[in-house]
T-cell receptor, first 113, second 111 residues
Framework: EPEVTQTPSHQVTQMGQEVILRCVPI?????FYWYRQILGQKVEFLVS????????KSEIFDDQFSVERPDGSNFTLKIRSTKLEDSAMYFC???????????FGSGTRLTVV | GESVGLHLPTLSVQEGDNSIINCAYS??????FIWYKQESGKGPQFIID?????DKRQGQRVTVLLNKTVKHLSLQIAATQPGDSAVYFC??????????FGTGTRLKVLA
Protein backbone atom coordinates (compact mmCIF):
# COMPACT_ATOMS: atom_id res chain seq x y z
CA GLU A 1 0.00 0.00 0.00
CA PRO A 2 1.41 3.43 -0.92
CA GLU A 3 2.75 5.45 1.98
CA VAL A 4 3.49 9.04 2.83
CA THR A 5 7.05 9.19 4.13
CA GLN A 6 8.25 11.80 6.59
CA THR A 7 11.77 12.59 7.73
CA PRO A 8 13.21 12.94 10.25
CA SER A 9 11.08 11.01 12.70
CA HIS A 10 12.37 13.12 15.58
CA GLN A 11 14.18 16.44 15.58
CA VAL A 12 15.49 18.36 18.55
CA THR A 13 16.39 21.97 17.93
CA GLN A 14 17.32 25.03 19.92
CA MET A 15 14.90 27.90 20.17
CA GLY A 16 15.46 30.39 17.36
CA GLN A 17 16.92 27.84 14.96
CA GLU A 18 15.42 27.00 11.59
CA VAL A 19 14.05 23.53 10.92
CA ILE A 20 12.91 21.84 7.74
CA LEU A 21 10.53 18.92 7.90
CA ARG A 22 10.31 16.72 4.85
CA CYS A 23 7.52 14.69 3.32
CA VAL A 24 7.42 12.47 0.26
CA PRO A 25 3.78 12.29 -0.87
CA ILE A 26 2.19 9.39 -2.67
CA UNK A 27 3.16 9.80 -6.29
CA UNK A 28 -0.24 10.37 -7.90
CA UNK A 29 -1.66 12.51 -5.12
CA UNK A 30 -2.33 16.14 -5.91
CA UNK A 31 -3.20 17.80 -2.63
CA PHE A 32 -0.75 18.12 0.22
CA TYR A 33 -1.21 19.22 3.78
CA TRP A 34 0.65 19.86 6.98
CA TYR A 35 -1.05 19.29 10.30
CA ARG A 36 0.26 19.74 13.81
CA GLN A 37 -0.56 17.89 17.00
CA ILE A 38 0.62 19.21 20.33
CA LEU A 39 1.01 16.36 22.82
CA GLY A 40 -2.36 15.10 23.96
CA GLN A 41 -4.33 17.53 21.84
CA LYS A 42 -6.23 17.31 18.62
CA VAL A 43 -4.81 17.42 15.14
CA GLU A 44 -4.72 21.01 13.88
CA PHE A 45 -4.67 22.16 10.28
CA LEU A 46 -1.69 24.27 9.25
CA VAL A 47 -1.68 24.57 5.47
CA SER A 48 -2.87 23.01 2.24
CA UNK A 49 -0.92 23.03 -1.01
CA UNK A 50 -2.11 22.37 -4.53
CA UNK A 51 -0.64 23.08 -7.93
CA UNK A 52 2.54 24.43 -6.38
CA UNK A 53 0.90 27.04 -4.25
CA UNK A 54 -0.76 27.42 -0.89
CA UNK A 55 -4.51 27.01 -1.21
CA UNK A 56 -5.39 27.62 2.43
CA LYS A 57 -3.61 28.27 5.70
CA SER A 58 -4.62 28.58 9.32
CA GLU A 59 -3.89 31.25 11.91
CA ILE A 60 -1.08 29.07 13.22
CA PHE A 61 0.71 29.28 9.89
CA ASP A 62 2.25 32.71 10.36
CA ASP A 63 5.26 34.34 8.71
CA GLN A 64 7.61 31.94 10.48
CA PHE A 65 6.22 29.05 8.46
CA SER A 66 6.66 28.28 4.79
CA VAL A 67 6.08 25.32 2.50
CA GLU A 68 7.44 24.36 -0.84
CA ARG A 69 7.82 21.47 -3.22
CA PRO A 70 11.25 22.26 -4.61
CA ASP A 71 11.91 19.20 -6.76
CA GLY A 72 8.44 17.91 -7.55
CA SER A 73 8.69 15.12 -5.03
CA ASN A 74 9.59 16.37 -1.55
CA PHE A 75 7.06 18.60 0.18
CA THR A 76 8.72 20.59 2.93
CA LEU A 77 7.63 22.63 5.93
CA LYS A 78 10.11 25.20 7.15
CA ILE A 79 9.96 26.98 10.47
CA ARG A 80 12.36 29.91 10.35
CA SER A 81 12.88 30.70 14.00
CA THR A 82 11.49 28.01 16.24
CA LYS A 83 9.75 28.77 19.52
CA LEU A 84 9.17 26.49 22.47
CA GLU A 85 5.48 26.30 21.58
CA ASP A 86 6.33 24.86 18.18
CA SER A 87 7.13 21.58 19.91
CA ALA A 88 4.63 19.11 18.51
CA MET A 89 4.12 16.23 16.12
CA TYR A 90 3.94 17.45 12.56
CA PHE A 91 2.03 15.30 10.11
CA CYS A 92 2.07 15.47 6.37
CA UNK A 93 -1.08 14.26 4.64
CA UNK A 94 -1.99 13.85 1.01
CA UNK A 95 -5.06 13.08 -1.02
CA UNK A 96 -5.48 12.11 -4.64
CA UNK A 97 -8.48 14.28 -5.27
CA UNK A 98 -11.44 15.94 -3.70
CA UNK A 99 -13.76 13.68 -1.78
CA UNK A 100 -10.92 11.40 -0.68
CA UNK A 101 -9.68 10.80 2.83
CA UNK A 102 -6.18 11.68 3.85
CA UNK A 103 -3.22 9.38 3.88
CA PHE A 104 -1.05 10.53 6.76
CA GLY A 105 2.64 10.13 7.23
CA SER A 106 3.96 8.78 10.50
CA GLY A 107 4.93 12.25 11.63
CA THR A 108 7.97 14.19 12.78
CA ARG A 109 8.27 14.88 16.47
CA LEU A 110 9.77 18.34 16.85
CA THR A 111 11.19 19.26 20.22
CA VAL A 112 12.32 22.84 20.72
CA VAL A 113 14.58 23.37 23.71
CA GLY B 1 -14.49 23.09 19.92
CA GLU B 2 -11.85 23.63 22.53
CA SER B 3 -9.06 21.16 22.93
CA VAL B 4 -8.92 19.28 26.19
CA GLY B 5 -5.17 19.35 26.55
CA LEU B 6 -3.71 16.28 28.15
CA HIS B 7 -7.06 15.11 29.48
CA LEU B 8 -8.63 13.34 26.54
CA PRO B 9 -11.98 11.72 27.22
CA THR B 10 -11.30 8.06 27.90
CA LEU B 11 -13.47 5.06 27.26
CA SER B 12 -12.50 1.83 29.00
CA VAL B 13 -14.07 -1.40 27.79
CA GLN B 14 -13.56 -5.05 28.52
CA GLU B 15 -12.03 -7.12 25.78
CA GLY B 16 -14.80 -8.69 23.74
CA ASP B 17 -17.36 -6.00 24.54
CA ASN B 18 -18.64 -3.50 22.03
CA SER B 19 -17.35 0.07 22.08
CA ILE B 20 -19.19 3.21 21.10
CA ILE B 21 -17.22 6.40 20.57
CA ASN B 22 -19.09 9.63 19.99
CA CYS B 23 -18.25 12.83 18.22
CA ALA B 24 -20.09 16.11 17.79
CA TYR B 25 -19.17 17.97 14.65
CA SER B 26 -19.39 21.67 14.17
CA UNK B 27 -20.36 22.57 10.63
CA UNK B 28 -23.81 21.80 9.26
CA UNK B 29 -22.38 22.13 5.74
CA UNK B 30 -20.02 19.18 6.26
CA UNK B 31 -20.80 16.43 3.82
CA UNK B 32 -18.09 13.87 4.38
CA PHE B 33 -16.84 12.40 7.62
CA ILE B 34 -14.00 10.08 8.54
CA TRP B 35 -13.00 8.23 11.66
CA TYR B 36 -9.28 7.94 12.29
CA LYS B 37 -7.39 5.75 14.71
CA GLN B 38 -4.12 7.00 16.15
CA GLU B 39 -1.80 4.69 18.00
CA SER B 40 0.90 6.08 20.21
CA GLY B 41 3.69 7.72 18.23
CA LYS B 42 2.01 7.16 14.87
CA GLY B 43 0.02 9.18 12.39
CA PRO B 44 -3.76 8.97 12.16
CA GLN B 45 -4.96 5.94 10.25
CA PHE B 46 -8.18 5.84 8.22
CA ILE B 47 -10.84 3.51 9.65
CA ILE B 48 -14.12 4.26 7.94
CA ASP B 49 -15.90 7.11 6.21
CA UNK B 50 -19.45 8.18 5.57
CA UNK B 51 -21.08 10.74 3.32
CA UNK B 52 -23.92 12.96 4.39
CA UNK B 53 -26.44 11.18 2.19
CA UNK B 54 -26.11 8.11 4.42
CA ASP B 55 -26.88 7.57 8.07
CA LYS B 56 -25.06 4.29 8.58
CA ARG B 57 -22.09 2.52 7.10
CA GLN B 58 -20.56 -0.76 8.10
CA GLY B 59 -17.05 -2.04 7.77
CA GLN B 60 -15.25 -4.98 9.24
CA ARG B 61 -16.12 -4.88 12.96
CA VAL B 62 -16.81 -1.14 12.72
CA THR B 63 -19.98 0.82 12.06
CA VAL B 64 -20.34 4.56 11.71
CA LEU B 65 -23.64 6.28 12.41
CA LEU B 66 -24.42 9.80 11.30
CA ASN B 67 -27.18 11.96 12.74
CA LYS B 68 -27.23 15.19 10.77
CA THR B 69 -30.10 16.63 12.78
CA VAL B 70 -27.96 16.90 15.90
CA LYS B 71 -24.58 16.92 14.11
CA HIS B 72 -23.43 13.73 15.76
CA LEU B 73 -21.25 10.87 14.64
CA SER B 74 -20.58 7.63 16.40
CA LEU B 75 -18.14 4.81 15.84
CA GLN B 76 -19.11 1.38 17.01
CA ILE B 77 -16.45 -1.30 17.35
CA ALA B 78 -17.71 -4.84 17.76
CA ALA B 79 -15.90 -7.36 19.95
CA THR B 80 -13.21 -4.90 21.00
CA GLN B 81 -9.69 -6.29 20.98
CA PRO B 82 -6.49 -5.13 22.71
CA GLY B 83 -5.21 -3.90 19.35
CA ASP B 84 -8.09 -1.44 19.24
CA SER B 85 -6.55 0.56 22.08
CA ALA B 86 -5.77 3.97 20.59
CA VAL B 87 -7.07 7.51 20.30
CA TYR B 88 -9.97 7.86 17.89
CA PHE B 89 -10.70 11.09 16.04
CA CYS B 90 -13.60 12.08 13.88
CA UNK B 91 -12.90 14.48 11.04
CA UNK B 92 -15.38 16.50 9.00
CA UNK B 93 -15.05 18.02 5.58
CA UNK B 94 -17.14 21.20 5.26
CA UNK B 95 -16.88 21.22 1.50
CA UNK B 96 -13.32 22.52 1.36
CA UNK B 97 -10.11 20.64 0.75
CA UNK B 98 -9.25 20.42 4.43
CA UNK B 99 -10.61 18.36 7.27
CA UNK B 100 -11.47 19.58 10.74
CA PHE B 101 -10.60 17.13 13.48
CA GLY B 102 -12.47 16.54 16.69
CA THR B 103 -10.80 16.40 20.08
CA GLY B 104 -10.34 12.66 20.20
CA THR B 105 -11.31 9.86 22.56
CA ARG B 106 -8.85 7.44 24.09
CA LEU B 107 -10.07 3.85 24.00
CA LYS B 108 -8.56 1.51 26.58
CA VAL B 109 -9.26 -2.17 26.21
CA LEU B 110 -9.09 -4.07 29.47
CA ALA B 111 -8.01 -7.70 29.40
Amino acid sequence: EPEVTQTPSHQVTQMGQEVILRCVPISNHLYFYWYRQILGQKVEFLVSFYNNEISEKSEIFDDQFSVERPDGSNFTLKIRSTKLEDSAMYFCATIKGTGDGYTFGSGTRLTVV
Amino acid sequence: GESVGLHLPTLSVQEGDNSIINCAYSNSASDYFIWYKQESGKGPQFIIDIRSNMDKRQGQRVTVLLNKTVKHLSLQIAATQPGDSAVYFCAENPGTYKYIFGTGTRLKVLA
